[in-house]
């Protein structure tokens, strides 16, 4: 079945940088584009980007452009994500999930699933 | 930035129907989907595609749309459906994608 496992948590000091990784198994990891999503503490979902796993192409969301940098090894199928300056704001746990579109079909709806486990980041002095 | 705008919560007895709804201008012509979020889990799909009901998804879950505006609609409430909901969708250009503020049900 198709999972996704991230890395463990993190703490971290302003100003520090974290980078999260998402292991894919169980499909044809370079027909499904991957998203970043993160939760701060009782708050709602946010969008943070998405990876191309096949050629590594990138787009991220206007907020965090300049701050994060997606990558992926398709050697060992797995997806990261680095977020850089860190502030007290970006505490959250960290998500990533993969597109559920395959790439290889006729375009269509696309989605969010299923998504890794999270992983929570503190960014605390 | 694009948005779509939530209720902040609403509340349904058991059996009741909740209905959420979700606006943005670019509903006319982006899919909405829907998620359902527990504590402590990652969200799961609930509808795609406005109207679309995965596999496994009970029937009681219903997706519709109306212009700029979306509904999640929960038919014959139950107390495993009290949860935090997120509707997501896309820009008008389909680049950047975007939740909701999310919507907490609650079953009295």
């Known amino acids: 079945q198709v999972q996704l496992v991230q890395s463990g948590a993190e703490m971290k000091k302003p100003g520090a940088s974290v980078k999260v990784s998402c292991k894919a198994s169980g499909y044809t990891f370079i027909n499904h584009y991957m998203h970043w999503v993160r939760q701060a503490p009782g708050q709602g979902l946010e969008w943070m980007g998405i990876i191309n796993p096949n050629d590594g192409s990138t787009h991220y969301a206007q907020k965090f452009q300049g701050r994060v940098t997606m990558t992926r090894d398709t050697s060992t199928r797995t997806v990261y994500m680095e977020l850089i300056s860190l502030t007290s704001e970006d505490t959250a746990v960290y998500y990533c999930a993969r597109d559920s579109r395959d790439t290889t079909m006729v375009r269509g709806p696309s989605w969010f699933g299923p998504w890794g486990q999270g992983t929570l980041v503190t960014v605390s002095s | 930035s694009y948005e779509l705008t939530q209720p902040p919560s609403v509340s349904v007895s058991p059996g009741q129907t909740a209905r959420i709804t979700c606006s943005g201008d670019a509903l006319p012509n982006q899919f909405a989907y829907w998620y359902q979020q527990k504590p402590g889990q990652a969200p799961v799909v609930v509808i795609y595609?406005?109207?679309e009901r995965p596999s496994g998804i009970p029937e009681r879950f219903a997706g519709s749309s109306s212009g700029t505006t979306v509904t999640l609609t929960i038919s014959g409430v139950q107390a495993e459906d009290e949860a935090d909901y997120y509707c997501?969708?896309?820009?008008?250009?389909?680049?950047?994608?975007?939740f909701g503020g999310g919507t907490k049900l609650t079953v009295l």
């Open positions: 595609a406005d109207t």
């Open positions: 997501q969708s896309a820009d008008s250009s389909a680049a950047y994608r975007v």
